[in-house]
């Protein structure tokens, strides 16, 4: 009998992988056996010699999914059972090695064969990063322009005027509008629930207003959020990138320099609490410039 | 005959709702001039959403104020609700865009407020008349609209001369020349109204009452008396 290894990891590109999975990640880890229908049993440890057994189910270690066998005593024991699907635990701890066994017995000559891959978890915690994806052509798909992208715009005019009749039924009525400026934000080493904490500030404290915010995750769709400066969206697990979408009133003959911060503290893995551990890619920013001032208007 | 004046402004920027014109008038608009600003372009809508284009040969017609891209005049041709419109574009290539609702109106009317006057003979010819000039029945002419410009006839025995004047906000008086006075004789002239027009241009319709007699009477006759 002839035991080859193999494993498969998520396919999400610059995120968890089999042998370096992130916290609360699923990996399929298969076991090639030119035999049929022999006992296995599958187990996790710490030793590279096999000692120092892991305790299965916990959230700070493992669990099978949807193992066709049965877990006893820390151990999956079945039968045909070459490949088996591992979620790391939401709190299994960062940088550590383990050894994923599989041991396998022939049943006509009842001789046993064992191996294990190592793996070592992802050595950094939760991350979230932002980009500004705004393009005023709206031609990008925002899910997936890369920053930098020449057709994203870090600076654009504001959209056009809501109500431009400025005497519609009442005096002064003319309404200047809104404009949506859209960030990216992801995450990275973390498959957790999150929440994602902002801010979103002028350069120069310039007055502007928020009109509106909308969130949506790329998994779940609609996130609830306050139309507000500050806020939090609270991200879903299945959710690695969420779309905030930015609306705030128009003001002719202002130049807004906007700062969307994401705030550190609030910024979390809200299953380890664990906070995002990388401050240099918190900030996008988007410079809304002025429309011009139409005033004055006289009949003579 | 009593009336209800409610004295609107209008061709300014300070009405309620639609601001209205006369018809005819031919009005300059500007907005105050902006340094930020590379292009102005104006135009007239006659739908809310500022899509369809007036007619410029029968609805309303623009011109070019030279020198002044801020401003431009509109001569209003016809009755209807417009959207005046500006498109201002930034030297960043940024736009705004402003529009101002109009009415249109041929409801203008004038008439003499009396049709009949008299005086004694004496050496002062000149005399006025009060006229009555409204927007519409029971709306006054808005003093922006002053002074108007009337013509008007002067009648008597067969010979007619025409004239014209201005009619002051103020007084409302339609100051009439061309009438001499007799002490010897009676005369009788009539005096009618033949067109009026607003300052901006806009056309006056003429009313019920636009002709007015004016009876200047001869003074009794006095001959000396002798004494002795």
Not at chain 1, 88 to 101: K, N
Not at chain 2, 138 to 166: M, R, S
Request: glycine residues 8%; aromatic residues 8%.
């Amino acid at each position: 009998m002839v035991v080859l290894v193999s494993s498969t990891g998520l396919t999400k590109a610059q995120i968890s992988d089999w042998d370096a999975p992130w916290r609360g990640a699923e990996h399929t880890y298969t076991f090639t056996v030119t035999d049929n229908t022999n006992p296995v049993r599958w187990y996790v440890t710490t030793g590279s010699d096999g000692t120092g057994l892991v305790e299965y189910g916990l959230a700070t270690t493992y669990s099978f999914v949807t193992p066709t066998g049965t877990v006893t005593d820390d151990v999956l024991t079945g039968v045909d059972e070459y490949s088996v699907k591992i979620k790391w635990g939401a709190e299994v701890p960062v940088d550590t090695d383990y050894y994923v066994w599989m041991e396998v017995d022939d049943n006509s000559s009842g001789c046993t064969n064992k191996m294990a891959v190592k793996i070592h978890t992802v050595a950094t915690a939760f991350d979230a990063l932002i980009v500004n994806v705004t393009d005023a052509e709206g031609g990008v798909d925002p899910w997936t322009v890369l920053a930098g992208d020449a057709s994203l715009d870090g600076a654009t005019c504001p959209e056009d005027p809501e109500t431009p009749i400025n005497n519609d039924g009442g005096t002064d009525t003319y309404d200047a509008g809104q404009s949506t400026i859209v960030f990216r934000v992801e995450r990275q080493f973390s498959l957790n629930k999150w929440d994602i904490g902002f801010s979103i500030t002028e350069n120069n404290s310039k007055p502007f207003v928020v009109e509106k915010i909308v969130a949506t995750g790329d998994n779940t769709g609609d996130i609830t959020v306050a139309d507000a400066a500050t806020g939090t969206v609270n991200a879903n697990a299945a959710d690695n990138k969420v779309l905030v979408y930015v609306t705030v009133s128009n003001q002719p003959g202002v130049t807004l320099d906007l700062n969307f911060n994401l705030v550190k503290a609030q910024t979390i893995d809200v299953i380890t609490s664990a906070e995002d551990n990388n401050g240099t890619n918190n900030l996008a920013t988007h410079q809304i410039k002025p429309m011009p001032v139409i005033n004055g208007f006289t009949g003579s | 005959m009593t009336f209800v004046i409610i004295i609107l402004s209008l061709a300014s920027a300070s009405g309620q709702g639609a601001y209205t014109v006369v018809l005819n008038s031919n009005i300059k608009y500007e907005v105050a001039a902006n340094a930020d600003v590379k292009t102005y372009v104006w135009k007239i809508y006659t739908d809310k959403d500022l899509s369809i284009e007036a007619n410029t040969s029968t609805e309303c017609e623009l011109s070019i104020v030279s020198g002044e891209p801020n401003a431009i005049k509109v001569k209003w041709l016809g009755d209807g609700e417009y959207y005046l419109t500006l498109y201002a574009t930034g030297l960043n290539d940024c736009t705004n865009k402003k529009a101002w609702k109009y009415t249109v109106v041929s409801t203008p009317t004038i008439i003499f407020n009396e049709i009949a006057s008299f005086d004694c003979a004496d050496d002062e010819y000149k005399f006025a008349i009060d006229i009555v000039a409204e927007l519409k029945a029971g709306i006054a002419l808005a003093d922006t609209q002053y002074p108007l410009t009337v013509d008007y006839q002067v009648t008597i025995g067969g010979t007619t001369t025409n004239h014209t004047t201005d009619v002051a906000y103020d007084d409302q008086l339609l100051n009439i020349e061309g009438v001499t006075e007799d002490i010897g004789n009676d005369k009788i002239y009539s005096i009618e109204i033949i067109g009026a027009t607003t300052k901006l241009g806009g056309e006056i319709n003429l009313g019920t009452n636009i002709t007015h007699t004016r009876t200047i009477y001869a003074l009794p006759p006095v001959s000396t008396i002798n004494h002795n």
